[in-house]
């Protein structure tokens, strides 16, 4: 009969993600401890009767085959409670022409099971054969126990790995107020449906995705983009549902709902990710693929030569206990812990930051990224252009004229027109009576305030309306210029008399993540679609010595598609749609949180915050994943490449060494709870600082 391999046992499979915190592998997890609490009695005492054998002396007072009844008597409990479950997983295998980890338990513990049980009720079987009946339930026992308790210790660990999906989950509110028919009412969250106007007050809990429409709020993301310090919130801006409002009052619609939500879809792309395979864990499974046969081969020789060199009286109780130590030490469970718990435990410090991967393969690609590419706007720079510098003349009344100005920008939903307007405004302009408003297409706007005309925009607005620039004005605004900032030209009644310097401001943080990136030996590239001066600029404040600008959208999939042609692993980092093509592209996609989500589908990362060192965070968490499960994989196979042997009895002609079935257990247990604890010191994994 020939066998496909199956290379997880039903035991060491990934954790099976379910979509509640009560679903969560309670009901596995109690029926364990339930087993466990059950055989353990058992257990101790068939074990402290199994060394009696080591004390002669006590069989002068009690028969040995009325000890043997006894054992047999304690061991069925604790065979059916912990092993039944084995023999049927591996016999349901064996159906499918699968041979399973779970067959080398049910292979080793029934055969020492059977062969005692034997020896006990039939013991003249042996004495005609000039054997002593040897008895091994206290080895059966025992790896059953140390089993259940391995998986009962395997799934608490599992559990303390999805700390951070559990806390997600946490953050749904189960109700929201909202306002129908002109009244405020309390409904169950489920009951919001798109559109319905939701009342965000102090303190609450924000309960789905909506969009502020009224009022300000400033809104702890704390769990959702790993920012500590509260956002400012006002009318236009997008609330995420499940974070906390610390304070203010606003009037919201919500924008998604139910399983759109963007709570549901960072759920959703962390249980993806870590149910997920990871390229590594192929290798891992191809092992797996010929261990298990040469392992069953290896036990079957081991019996086949004990037996024939052993004395007759003994040959076989010790063909049989060395082959069930060679079943028992080479089952390689800890192999299937191995890149599971590493992917799960790196998946969820992840999300406690802010970083969300979506599956395993791009955790580990990640790793071997040697460049990085940036995208400018929204990226590196905030996105939104902010009045870098000013200069107005003395000839006006500042202050009027920045009212004025402020006044008519205000009217404008042009992105430099409401940076003028908030920049007045933040220097003390108010609201005044405008009239005769006129859009100039592409140059600006002009207005009427109090009978004086005002002109804002371009220098060709000031051209066409024969207006020249003030000579006093022109230094300043030729450094502004050659800084490849833009310029705004202010003219009152045909004059000029103020110029505004405007710039996508970097990030806070761009510099220091550009100079982390460098320390972690990558190669750092600014691939945008603005012009050489811009992106000069811009490349020479945060440390980039390779530019690519002036670059269309279908262009960037061309230069992403060169540097990889050149031997480079490129990881691609942006937040528009024309960067989506390109993050596709890249061995790793990586997408800005405050981006789009045609960006975020198709990026492999997303950054749940606008803060660009989550960038080298996520590679650094990447490397000391992979890290993880290499060590896991050492982990899992030192016990059997070193058990092996042993207890096939190679070294006992030599050393007298070989390996009892119970310690076998003890040693594979010891692999498995090695790989546990070491994928959980990712949870202490700190990120590195520039």
């Given at each position: 009969m020939s066998f496909a391999v199956e290379p997880v046992c039903s035991s060491c499979t990934p954790l099976d993600m379910g979509h509640t915190p009560e679903d969560f592998r309670e009901t596995g997890q109690r029926d364990l401890v339930r087993r466990l609490w059950i055989i353990a009695p058992f257990a101790v005492l068939t074990m402290v009767l199994g060394m009696a054998m080591f004390f002669p002396v006590i069989f002068a007072y009690i028969p040995e085959h009325s000890v043997n009844y006894v054992q047999l008597i304690l061991t069925l409990p604790v065979f059916w409670f912990a092993g039944w479950g084995f023999i049927v997983d591996a016999w349901s295998a064996a159906q499918h022409r699968l041979a399973t980890m779970d067959t080398l338990v049910a292979v080793g513990t029934s055969t020492a099971f059977i062969y005692s049980a034997t020896a006990t009720l039939f013991?003249?079987?042996?004495?005609?054969?000039?054997q002593h009946p040897h008895v091994y339930f206290d080895t059966t026992v025992t790896i059953l126990a140390l089993i259940t308790l391995g998986k009962v210790l395997e799934g608490r660990a599992k559990r303390q790995t999805s700390d951070a999906m559990r806390k997600l989950l946490g953050l749904q509110s189960t109700t929201a107020r909202v306002l129908r028919v002109g009244v405020e009412v309390d409904i169950p969250i489920n009951n919001v449906v798109l559109g319905d106007t939701i009342i965000v007050r102090p303190g609450e809990r924000i309960p789905t995705d909506a969009r502020i429409v009224r009022g300000t709020a400033i809104v702890d993301e704390s769990m959702i983009t790993g920012e500590s310090i509260p956002v400012?919130?006002?009318?236009?801006?997008?609330?995420i549902g499940g974070t906390v409002n610390r304070t203010g009052s606003a009037t919201a619609v919500a924008i998604r709902v139910g399983k759109d939500t963007t709570l549901q879809q960072i759920v959703r792309m962390v249980e993806q990710a870590q149910v997920s395979k990871a390229p590594i864990q192929k290798l891992a499974d191809k092992i797996s693929s010929w261990f298990v046969p040469a392992v069953m081969i290896i036990a079957i020789a081991t019996f086949v030569v004990w037996f024939d060199v052993s004395p007759v009286e003994t040959r076989l109780s010790t063909a049989i206990i060395n082959l069930v130590s060679v079943l028992i030490i080479a089952c390689p469970c800890a192999l299937g812990l191995a890149t599971p718990t590493a992917i799960m435990v790196g998946t969820g410090k992840g999300t406690e930051r802010g970083?969300?991967?979506?599956?395993a393969e791009a955790l580990e690609i990640a790793h071997t990224v040697t460049m990085v590419v940036l995208d400018k706007t929204g990226t590196i720079t905030v996105g939104n252009p902010s009045v870098t510098d000013s200069i107005v003349s003395d000839a006006v009344d500042g202050a009027a004229l920045y009212s004025a100005i402020h006044s008519i920008e205000s009217k404008s939903e042009h992105p430099l027109a409401e940076a003028i307007a908030m920049y007045t405004q933040a220097n003390g302009a108010s609201l005044v009576d405008v009239s005769n408003i006129l859009v100039h297409p592409g140059a600006g706007i002009e207005a009427s305030v109090?009978?004086?005309?005002?002109?804002?925009?371009?220098?060709?607005?000031?051209?066409?309306?024969?207006?020249?620039?003030?000579?006093?004005?022109q230094i300043r605004i030729d450094q502004w210029q050659k800084s490849a900032q833009t310029v705004l030209f202010v003219a009152f009644n045909n004059k000029h008399v103020a110029a505004f310097a405007l710039?996508?401001?970097?990030?806070?943080?761009?510099?220091?993540?550009?100079q982390l990136l460098k320390d972690m030996g990558l190669r750092v590239a600014l691939l945008t679609g603005d012009t050489q001066a811009t992106a000069d600029a811009v490349a020479a404040a945060v440390g980039i010595e390779e530019v690519y600008a002036h670059v269309l959208p279908h262009n960037k999939v061309d230069i992403i598609s060169r540097l990889q042609e050149s031997g480079n692993r490129v990881a691609m980092v942006g937040d528009g749609i024309n960067d989506a093509p390109a993050l596709a592209k890249a061995d790793v996609g990586i997408a800005v949180g405050s981006g789009t989500d045609v960006a975020m589908e198709a990026a492999d990362i997303t950054l749940m915050n606008s803060d660009l060192q989550s960038v080298p965070?996520?590679?650094?968490?990447?490397?000391?994943?992979?890290?993880?499960?290499?060590?896991n994989l050492f982990f899992a196979f030192i016990y059997n490449l070193l058990g092996i042997p042993l207890a096939a009895g190679v070294l006992y002609s030599s050393y007298g060494l070989s390996l009892n079935p119970s310690f076998a257990a003890a040693a594979m247990a010891l692999s498995s709870i090695s790989v546990l604890i070491n994928a959980l010191r990712l949870r202490s994994f700190t990120f590195h600082q520039a």
């Open positions: 013991p003249g079987l042996f004495h005609d054969a000039g400012a919130k006002r009318d236009g801006d997008t609330l970083l969300l991967i979506r599956n109090n009978g004086d005309r005002i002109l804002i925009g371009s220098k060709a607005l000031l051209n066409t309306n024969s207006i020249a620039v003030e000579a006093p004005f710039a996508d401001t970097l990030r806070a943080t761009s510099k220091h993540a550009i965070h996520a590679l650094q968490l990447s490397r000391a994943t992979m890290r993880n499960i290499k060590q």
